[in-house]
């Protein structure tokens, strides 16, 4: 009777990527020699240019939308608020259900529609769009645009936005949590806690930062055999592809999404934009190629961001320095409008990973997913494993 190895025996030789292995780059040459082809290079004939207001302020009720003098502004084609999108039967962004509430209710946010609809919840939410036959007559345009703002309390921080009297963000979402998750086993954890010879304690704060890629965001569609064909940066075409279908309230396959070379993306590229779902809506309402481009200030503001969580927590070790149990508390500031990985990251991967490489024969972890009047957080560099290995390092190094 033949042993059975205990480990699998892995032959590099065989593998055609991967460990052990040197591999050439197959993009280098032509990236270097400038051959790229990235979506802001593709000019479509007939082509014009979408470009959007967005909100200065960070919580407003949106009053009136005065559009008459946009309407005479040269090479003007079209401006449309929500109220104009709603009518042709345009829906949201929907976010993935994979989250509930502590009462078992589903997931609670504002619906992330392509522009705002009734209040602006983030400074940079997209309230207007505006068509032109060139991106200058339509920026020009775009100054033209007035609109009446109703300010009303916010809160941009997570542990404020939990604190006992905060604005809320969405009605539903009472204390602005969103939807919250908790891991392991709470008493066990406790009685460790009680036991233990030594208890380290800390309280972190990962602060947001901006995501920013060398390529700004950018996208351009068109009107191809009967269906709507978007070019685009996109990290997860076929997801994005999918969300098309939901906003448009049409099947997957009447969209064709087309990715070149990405200039950059690391998570911030991934899902639906409402940039995208814009020039989708304005190609199959003109009939023409319509295509938008980001500001490197308009990425700052409203492409998704990343970090911005409160950890606070304890590890219990016995005499000789071994961990007996680690208890983990997170706040993740998902902003007031998710996208479809802002929950995620705080409930699902930075919990997966938490004890890193270490041995934790107990652990118990609770995160929220909280709301304020923040542009959303998302994937983006490690999407949630830098700040779960980072707090278990400032951990093992304070005991």
Request: glycine share 8%; proline share 7%; charged share 25%.
């Amino acid at each position: 009777m033949s042993s059975v190895p205990l480990q699998v025996q892995f032959d590099p030789a065989a593998a055609r990527f991967g460990a052990s292995r040197s591999q050439k780059r197959l993009e280098d040459e032509r990236l270097l020699i400038g051959k790229g082809r990235y979506s802001d290079d593709l000019e479509l004939p007939n082509q014009c240019w979408l470009v959007l207001v967005r909100s200065p302020h960070a919580h407003a009720r949106v009053g009136a939308i005065d559009l008459a003098e946009v309407k005479k502004a040269p090479g003007m084609i079209a401006a449309w608020s929500m109220a104009e999108l709603r009518a042709d039967g345009v829906g949201h962004i929907p976010f993935p259900p994979l989250f509930k509430r502590a009462d078992g209710s589903p997931m609670a946010a504002p619906p992330r529609t392509p522009l705002a609809e009734r209040e602006v919840y983030y400074v940079g939410q997209p309230v207007v769009a505006i068509v032109a036959q060139t991106r200058a007559q339509a920026q020009d345009a775009a100054e033209l645009v007035t609109v009446e703002y109703d300010d009303l309390p916010c809160v941009v921080d997570a542990k404020s936005a939990i604190a006992p009297g905060a604005p809320l963000v969405w009605p539903q979402a009472a204390g602005n949590i969103a939807a919250e998750a908790e891991y392991g086993d709470r008493t066990a954890v406790q009685a460790a806690m009680r036991s233990a010879a030594h208890v380290t304690e800390i309280e972190l704060h990962n602060q947001r930062v901006i995501a920013m890629a060398l390529e700004p965001r950018a996208c351009i569609a068109v009107i191809e055999d009967r269906r709507t064909t978007l070019y685009t940066q996109n990290q997860t075409p076929t997801g994005a592809r999918e969300l098309l279908g939901a906003v448009f309230r049409a099947k997957a396959d009447e969209f064709r999404i087309i990715v070149g070379d990405i200039g950059g993306g690391f998570g911030m590229k991934t899902g639906l934009m409402p940039e995208d779902a814009l020039v989708c809506y304005a190609a199959r309402k003109l009939g023409r190629p319509v295509r938008w481009r980001a500001e490197r200030a308009e990425d700052f503001l409203a492409a998704h961001m990343g970090r911005d969580q409160w950890n606070r927590a304890r590890l219990a070790l016995d005499r000789e320095g071994r961990i007996l149990a680690l208890e983990v508390d997170t706040l993740g500031n998902i902003g007031a409008v998710p996208v479809g990985s802002s929950a995620i990251i705080p409930l699902q991967l930075g919990p997966k990973v938490q004890t890193t490489v270490y041995h934790v024969p107990q652990v118990h972890y609770r995160a929220r997913a909280v709301l304020t009047h923040t542009m959303a957080t998302g994937a983006y560099r490690g999407a949630g494993r830098p700040e779960a290995n980072f707090l278990m390092e400032r951990l093992i190094e304070k005991a």
